[in-house]
């Protein structure tokens, strides 16, 4: 294995990519269930876009941190 900093800094990758997706689906849910998610007709509203593509792009961005994470622990 490498440096201990190395390895602490691929740990900590991986430690925050498990987090958001752990967290963010469940967020998700609990905002489809919000009432503003939704407007009469039943469409998505803003609300629900723009928490989509928040939860979205927090989920690419914690698939990039394990890969990151992964990448550089086999590099040691």
Known sequence: M???VGVAGAVLLL???????????????RIAADPRSRDAAGKATRFLTVHRTLIATALVIAVAQAVLGIWWLASR
Not at 15 to 29: E, I, K, M, T, Y
């Open 2 to 4: 490498g440096d201990p």
């Open 15 to 29: 430690v925050g990519a498990a987090f958001s997706v752990v967290v963010w689906p469940a967020f998700l849910r």
